[in-house]
Structure formats: structure tokens, C-alpha cells
């Protein structure tokens, strides 16, 4: 069985349902805060997230500061039994600040600097911000820190954006010295005698620019990784100025879906004690409901993975997202549904942005607990209240408990970014995101419990590790991959993997060490990239599925490489296209080519019911409908989502309970469609 993790905040010990408030909106308007405190309890909200973008009414001046206002709102929250997210407000400075030290405007890679405007329009590295959040910070800090109702503090909001400023060119440039060295060094990792670009001097080196340098890979890489070190750099500044206050506070700050991956996560996870992140998928597109479902799913596993611990849903929509291209209304259930799927992945809360709908802005018809019309009396915040007795009653039982894996899946931001500029074999794209989700597709649904990793993490606890399309092998990977199937694991690789070394410099020779060729028992001769109405096919176990993208000519190395299906067309036809390779204690599949969902939800099922993963249950899932659990030391609650809009039926493999109804199944279960269910084994 699982076990109980440590509450994420503890002095609150319960699941969080609430969201972002900006009561500085309505501060001409007492009416209206008071009518709020009354909607949150009947919306059963607990905790709310202040001060987010509330700089310039904290200090409207340089050193003058206002917090009498967030000092009432503060309190009547706690009064009311609602407890407070208390934000650093370094997202959105105010106007005198970037007006006094026009240094903190951030500037483009054309090498202009932006106006005041927007949010996150700073620059990380200027010294006068960070001396200015420093000091707001610390003020907060010594004023709420002590306070009953702050129960946790919100670094920022949605860290993002790079600034090309003459401070972070020479940062950058001292980031570089640190890493390197000597100029000879970088030259050689970044390969710079390619078109005579080699370094003479560190003042040479520019961020790469569409004015100036794109062609030197080595630079991009670092220049993504140079962001992500400054940007850790600006929040651990921020987490040190309210920990130096009081430390015993957890920190967090939310971040983006795995597609925001300009900067790299895994990083951050170390920094942090609470991982936190924002939702706002697409529902109910043409055909793609289950898509958007498992998508979320990634995400929701991705953040889990980041410290191995429950996290929080620290924003997501009760209804419409007005900045996308359509801002559909979630049908009747799919809002309780989408929380619940978090849950269900190890997310102890569910809150949403926002609590009540700004009149104006660019958010403002972006959907929130209180609509304009300010009243209890709409579906949405029916909905939500009813989500909020819900989380009151599963945070009873299922608060901190366990979502155990015994699979891996690399999930590599750095990989992502190599793949986005190698410039071949195929420019018009590589869906490295679709490839992760056509891998993760057969867990999600039939409830396999999957952790997602990046190069940094250690691999010896899982038994099954899927490095899809791992063509940037950073520093160790090869040899943490042949470590782990050595010791007796189960890899799966797929084409375009272990191409390059972390400076997207390509490995050299035939059959290499640094190729994981030994594990593979192959290795690549060349990669055929097809046009994107080309397939070619192979069978396996007796089906006949579709290839695209790239298809590799593989020529095995070992006699203990089998050949497990072959290409049935072009001139490659009869060499392999799925091979399987002991070694060690262990052993490693390679894929050869792209392929489909339906592939790799027939090869995963075959392989989980040989390994014998544990799962939710063993039983045939509907379509539309995917599972999952969560457990502590002594009991085990699944999850059945149908994301389908028709009712689906659950064949059963046991008795099972009805965590929030008390109602006993038996032989079979039946979901409304956008419903869901939680059961546990009966115990008799």
C-alpha cells in the first residue's frame, strides 16, 4: 500500500478549494466585499489567493506604504473561516517603479525596450527590481507571516518571458564563464568553427537574436537554460526575503501545462515545497474530448512527479477561458469532472481564477465563481458549490494519500528544446508532446499509475522507464539507462533517440557506447523523414499498424537483438522496424519508426499484463472513460471518469463502495456521461 504524505500546508491540513481575489477591484464598494464573504460560504470556498497583482495598491508610492485594506480583508477571511494564499506581488510592478528605474523594462531580442504595460514585463536580473521586491516582500512577510489565516506563500504568478538587456548579456556571459571555463571549451561544445563563428573574446557572445546569431545550436540550448537559472535565481531571492521572516511557511509558485516550456520545471521542483499549476484546457472539441482529457492528465502526473508528492490545482476556470480562440461554456458536469480528474492524479485542492468577475480588463469575461450579476443564482457557481462539498468530504479520506508508479515516462524539457531546432530530419515538425501522450495513453485509461521524469532524476525505483523520441542524451543518461535495464529493468526507446550530447552536437561511430547501443543491440545507419501524407506499415502480434513521420534503417549489433515486426514497404522493406534486445538482467525495446496510439495501446497492453503492473482494477474500460487511485496504508479509492457524454458501463472484478453515496456495486458500475465515481473494495 501507499503512504501519507505531509500536509501541503499545514495549517490548514485539509484539501483547498478557492481561488484568485482581487478585492483591490472593489475596494470603492464595501457592498460588494461583504457579498462575498456571504457567496464564498455558501460556494463552500476555504482559502483564497490575495495579492497577486496588488503592488500599486500596497505601496501606491516609492516607499509609502497602504496594507490597512488588505489587513481587513485578511482578517474578515480568517473570521469567516476562510484562509489566505498570500502572493508576492513581483508579477505586475506598479507604474512609478519601471517610471524611477526604467532599467526593469525588460528588452527584446531586437534589442528594444518594451514600455511599461502588461505583466511579467520586467527584467530579472536588474538590481533595483530585485532590491524593490525584496523590500515589498519582506514587508508582507513581517506583517502576515504571524497571521492564523496565511497558510502559504505564492512566489509571483506564472513565471515567464527572457529579457536581452546589457545586465543579462553580461550574466549571461558570466553564466557561461562558470559553466566552461575557457573560451576554447565553448567554442568546441558549441561547434563554432561552423560557418567561422568561433568566440575570440567573452564580449562577443549576444543571445541568440534574428538580428544576429540562430545557427549556433549550443548557444540556444544554453541561452533556454541561462533563462531558466536566472528565473530560479529571482524566485529563490523572493522565497529567502519571507522565509528570512518566518521559515516555517511553505512556498510556491504556479506554474503552466508542460506546453509553456520556455522554461524547464524540473528544475524549479527542488527550490519549492508545494508544486502548484494552472489549467485551462480546451473542453468539448470535436472529437477530442478524450484527448483534452489525457492531456490534462500528463500535466496534472508531470507536476505530481516534480517532488513526488500531492500538489495543488492552483487555478483553473469554472466556466468560459475568455483569451481562447472560442470561449466554450463547459457543459453541466464537466466542471466538477475536470477538478475531480486532478484529484484524482494527486492534486489535494481545486481553486480557480477567479473568485469573482473583474468589470473590466482583458480578463473580464473570463468566467468565475461570481459572474457579473453577483449572485448565487447562476448553474456555474451551483456547480462549484457543489465541488466544494465534494472536496469537503473526499479531503476526509483522501487527503495526502499515495499515487504510487512502477513507471517512468522521460519527459524532457531540455530534449524539447534541442527537437525544436535541430533543423532536420523533418522541419515541419516533430510532436514530441504527441508522442509522450500516444506512450501515456494505455496507462491513463486502464488506471497504471505513471511518474514523469526528467535526465536528472533516478531511475532505480521503477520497473518499466519509456524514453520517447530522447534524442538529446544529457550528460549521464546513456549510462543511467544502461544502469537501470542492467539491474534488471524494462526499457522502451523510440526512433530519433540518443542522437545528440547536451550541446546537440551528434554522437560519432557506428555502434556506440553513447548510443546506447549495447542496450539496444543496434544501431541507426539513417533516418527517412516522410511527407506528411506518406505511411509506411509493419505488423506485429498479428495487426497491421500505420508508421509515419521518421522511419529508421536499424542494423542489429548483437545476437541477442530480436527483430520483432519489420517495414512492409519502400526499399527498406523486410529490415526492422521493432526490435527487442536482452541485456544485462534486464531488457530494451526500440521502436524504429513513429507510430500511432493504437499501436502503443496494443504493445502496453501486452507488455503491463506481462509485467503484472499494478492498476485501478482488471477490467475492459469504456471508451470515453479512463482510471486511477489513490491509496494510503490501509485503503485504496478508484477513480472512474467518463469524459464521454453518453452513460458508460464498468464491468466490476469485485464488490466495491461508493466513497461519497454509500451505494454498493457488485457486478457492474454505470457513469453518466461527464460524470464520475469513486469506489473502494468492499470489504466483504
Known amino acids: 500500500m501507499g503512504k501519507t504524505h505531509k500536509p501541503l500546508t499545514p495549517k490548514f491540513p485539509h484539501m483547498l478549494h478557492g481561488g484568485d481575489y482581487n478585492p483591490e477591484q472593489w475596494l470603492d464598494a464595501p457592498e460588494i466585499l461583504e457579498k462575498d464573504i456571504e457567496l464564498f460560504r455558501q460556494a463552500h470556498i476555504n482559502c483564497v489567493s490575495l495579492g497577486i497583482f496588488s503592488w500599486a495598491n500596497l505601496e501606491p508610492q516609492k516607499d509609502v506604504y497602504t496594507f490597512d485594506w488588505m489587513d481587513s480583508i485578511i482578517d474578515r477571511l480568517y473570521k469567516n473561516g476562510i484562509y489566505t494564499i498570500l502572493a508576492t506581488p513581483s508579477a505586475a510592478r506598479p507604474q512609478w517603479l519601471a517610471q524611477e528605474y526604467p532599467e526593469v523594462l525588460r528588452v527584446d531580442s531586437q534589442g528594444r525596450r518594451h514600455f511599461f504595460g502588461e505583466r511579467h514585463n520586467h527584467c530579472y536580473t536588474a538590481p533595483a527590481y530585485r532590491e524593490r521586491v525584496r523590500q515589498i516582500d519582506t514587508m508582507l512577510a513581517k506583517r502576515y507571516a504571524s ?275 535541430c533543423r532536420g530530419p523533418r522541419n515541419d515538425g516533430l510532436d514530441y508532446y504527441g508522442n509522450i501522450r500516444n506512450n501515456y495513453h494505455y496507462f491513463w485509461k486502464n488506471g497504471i499509475h505513471v511518474d514523469f521524469v526528467d535526465s536528472t532524476y533516478d531511475l532505480s525505483g521503477y520497473r518499466l522507464v519509456i524514453a520517447p523520441m530522447l534524442y538529446m542524451f544529457r550528460r549521464g543518461m546513456s549510462e543511467k539507462l544502461r544502469q537501470f535495464v542492467r539491474d534488471g529493468g524494462t526499457l522502451i526507446t523510440t526512433c530519433f533517440t540518443g542522437v545528440a550530447d547536451e550541446n546537440d552536437l551528434c554522437f560519432l561511430g557506428e555502434a556506440t557506447e553513447e548510443k546506447l547501443s549495447d542496450v539496444l543491440g543496434l544501431w541507426i545507419e539513417e533516418v527517412d523523414a516522410l511527407y506528411s501524407h506518406e505511411t509506411n506499415r509493419m505488423v506485429w502480434d498479428g495487426k497491421t499498424y500505420s508508421l509515419y513521420e521518421l522511419c529508421e534503417i536499424a542494423r542489429p549489433t548483437a545476437c541477442t537483438c530480436e527483430i520483432l515486426s519489420t517495414y512492409e514497404e519502400d526499399f527498406y522493406r523486410g529490415m526492422p522496424a521493432l526490435t527487442r534486445n536482452r541485456f544485462g538482467q534486464g531488457e530494451a525495446y526500440h521502436l524504429c519508426a513513429t507510430a500511432g496510439q493504437d499501436f502503443f495501446d496494443a504493445f502496453y497492453e501486452k507488455l503491463a499484463s506481462e509485467m503484472k503492473l499494478e492498476r485501478a482494477m482488471q477490467t475492459a474500460v469504456p471508451a470515453g472513460v479512463s482510471l486511477t487511485w489513490r491509496e494510503n496504508e490501509t485503503q485504496k479509492w478508484i477513480f472512474v471518469q467518463n469524459f464521454g457524454d453518453a452513460p458508460a458501463n464498468l464491468t466490476l472484478n469485485q464488490s466495491y463502495t461508493d466513497l461519497l453515496t454509500g451505494e454498493p456495486y457488485r457486478k457492474n458500475l454505470v457513469v453518466d456521461g461527464l460524470s464520475f465515481a469513486i469506489i473502494t473494495p468492499s470489504s466483504s
Not at 530560479?232 to 521572516?245: N, S, W
Not at 524549479?268 to 474530448?289: G, K, R, T
Not at 480528474?341 to 469573482?356: E, P, V
Open 147 to 421: 497571521h492564523p489565516g496565511v497558510i502559504l506563500w505564492h512566489i509571483s504568478n506564472e513565471f515567464g518571458g527572457e529579457c536581452h538587456c546589457p545586465l543579462c548579456q553580461q550574466a549571461f556571459r558570466e553564466w557561461l564563464k562558470d559553466k566552461y571555463g575557457t573560451l576554447d571549451k565553448l567554442n568546441h561544445s558549441w561547434w563554432t568553427s561552423f560557418w567561422s563563428h568561433t568566440y575570440t573574446d567573452w564580449s562577443q557572445i549576444h543571445s541568440p537574436s534574428e538580428m544576429g546569431e540562430t545557427s549556433i545550436h549550443g548557444l540556444a540550448l544554453d541561452w533556454r537554460r541561462f533563462v531558466t537559472h536566472q528565473t530560479i535565481d529571482f524566485m529563490k531571492a523572493e522565497i529567502a526575503a519571507v522565509k528570512a521572516v518566518d521559515p516555517t511557511i511553505p512556498v510556491t509558485t504556479n506554474m503552466m501545462e508542460m506546453h509553456a516550456d520556455e522554461l524547464n520545471y524540473f528544475a524549479f521542483a527542488e527550490h519549492l515545497d508545494v508544486i502548484s499549476w494552472d489549467n485551462y484546457p480546451c473542453w468539448h472539441m470535436p472529437n477530442w474530448q478524450e484527448g483534452t482529457a489525457c492531456q490534462q492528465s500528463i500535466t496534472h502526473d508531470m507536476m505530481r512527479s516534480l517532488k513526488h508528492q500531492p500538489f495543488l490545482l492552483m487555478e483553473s476556470t469554472p466556466g468560459t477561458t475568455n483569451w481562447h480562440g472560442v470561449s466554450k461554456l463547459k457543459k453541466p458536469g464537466m466542471h466538477t469532472l475536470s477538478v475531480v480528474n486532478a484529484i484524482a492524479h494527486g492534486a489535494d485542492s481545486g481553486q480557480y481564477f477567479q473568485l469573482r468577475q473583474s468589470r473590466g480588463g482583458c480578463e473580464k469575461f473570463h468566467s468565475a465563481v461570481i459572474s457579473h450579476a453577483g449572485t448565487a443564482n447562476t448553474r456555474t457557481f451551483r456547480e462549484v458549490a457543489q465541488t466544494g462539498r465534494i472536496l469537503e468530504a473526499l479531503s476526509e479520506k483522501l487527503y495526502g494519500s499515495d499515487t504510487p508508479a512502477e513507471t517512468a515516462i522521460l519527459m524532457d524539457t531540455e530534449n524539447k528544446w534541442a527537437l525544436s531546432q
